[in-house]
């Protein structure tokens, strides 16, 4: 890994013997290293585009606690990149990702369970992923926060709540939270 690390600060545009210092520590049983030797195979980054490899090498690092590993083969089956789409199998990676605390993964499962994309919709599940996630300083996942407390989505409707959530989601970043806060200001 320390190769790759090195590659990565000198030489970063030498994709392809960045891709070589992480596929030999992912052979070495490096897990972080498996997960990017996956993402360097899905994309054809300093190797030629393999998604069979790819989510070989993915599902090895996510079989070994790989939160992000788990997060990308979600992603990947959500979208049908690389893989036969199956939102099945998707939020079940998501869910593997996010009770390790992966934000972006406890974001998506809260997406779906508000969207009912791939599972039946469940605001209090989505409330609950929302705010993990929200915690650990998620943009989005305070926003949609807001969103809920807004139109008392699986929550009691609370003007004040949703302002809380997206002043916190501004202060982060997000774009849209500003304008919310101003509309919500003026009802």
Do not use: C
Not at 142 to 169: C, I, Q, T, Y
């Amino acid at each position: 890994m320390e190769k790759a690390w090195t590659i990565e600060e000198k030489r970063p545009d030498d994709r392809k013997a960045l891709f070589e210092a992480y596929f030999t520590a992912a052979r070495l049983g490096k897990m972080e290293a498996m997960t990017n030797v996956g993402l360097h195979y899905l994309y054809g980054d300093g190797v030629r585009r393999d998604p069979k490899r790819s989510r070989m090498w993915t599902e090895k690092a996510s079989g070994l606690g790989d939160d992000v590993a788990a997060f990308n083969l979600g992603l990947a089956y959500e979208l049908g990149k690389g893989v036969r789409k199956s939102l099945k199998k998707a939020n079940a990676y998501y869910e593997t990702s996010a009770k390790g605390g992966y934000a972006e993964a406890q974001l998506a499962l809260g997406y779906n369970y508000s969207n009912g994309v791939g599972l039946v919709p469940d605001p209090m599940r989505a409330f609950g992923w929302f705010r993990l996630a929200a915690k650990q300083g998620h943009a989005s996942a305070s926003f949609n926060l807001g969103l809920m407390f807004e139109k008392g989505d699986g929550v009691p409707k609370s003007k004040a709540r949703a302002m809380r959530h997206f002043r916190d989601a501004a202060a982060l970043g997000h774009a849209k939270a500003t304008r919310r806060m101003r509309k919500l200001e003026k009802a």
